[in-house]
């Protein structure tokens, strides 16, 4: 009957589906929709980048593959935000003959290069990690690992309180976890603080023990982001988005059935095609009416949709 096509703005802060584990390499779109989220991001970027490179100053001074772990680890944290950074640079980008639906896939590849420097560098610290088992070398200043310990914790510990406040204030539970998980990033700071104590008490072992074990749990932060940002790339979307689709729709006065619907993210935005029943008495104006009440309940279930096509077809009842 009718076909339309539109690209609503964002306007809530609520996000579909169930909030992602933290992942590096992308970042909830949910945070992205508020202003105050993306500052949450931007901070959280400049407390964990100091604390790295603090600990990098360490690492130099003392030998400890124990705390180049960690701070792979918070290097990691911190390159979350070049997603973010590469979205700002291209969101001036107007689609065109050639990249008819804009420039948001750079965000992703951004994501995919992230994770390939924190794999890189993962492998690098548990190869050398498991050096230091063959080839043993002093780790000195041990009292200076110890306190860059203590940052790795305080720095994961002050992001941690201040991603789940603003997160608790804009709403977004996907802030919110990524609070607690840089909260439990605190604890694998502290844990560098155990292969310290091990070398004080004369178990020079310890610290490229504490190092295997920390760039073995970064294998598997690799493995869960990778996972994360390919499904992007390959147009994949998290269970339950269909179902909550086809729920919006619904809400819509006159739609009596929805048919196909297709989802895929495109940068941080959710680009949406689906089909919808009415009435076959129903005219050409009326169903362009139901199409644009279609697009503002999605846009009110889905803040961060980037485009919705809505085609209106007369409804055939099953035989």
Known sequence: MAHSHDNPSDSHDHAPGHPHGHSHGSIHPAILSHERGIWAVKWSFVLLLLTAVFQIVVVLLSNSVALLADTVHNLGDAATAVPLGIAFAFKRLKPNNRFTYGYGRVEDLAGVVVVLIILFSAVFAGYQAV?????????????????????????NEAVAVFRIRVGKEIGSAALVADGYHARVDGYTSLAVLLGALGVWWGFPLADPIIG??????????????????????LDGVEPGILDQITHAAKHADGVIAVGETKARWIGHKLHIELSVSVRPDLSVATGDEIARDVRQELTRHFPHLGSADVRVRPFKPVA
Do not use: C, N, Y
């Open 212 to 233: 295997l074990v920390i760039s073995i749990t970064l294998l598997f932060v690799v493995r869960d982001s990778a996972k994360e940002v390919f499904v992007r790339m």
């Open 131 to 155: 050096e230091r088992f063959f080839h043993p070398q002093m780790v000195t200043h041990v009292w200076a690992i110890a306190v860059a310990s203590l940052v790795g914790f305080f720095g």
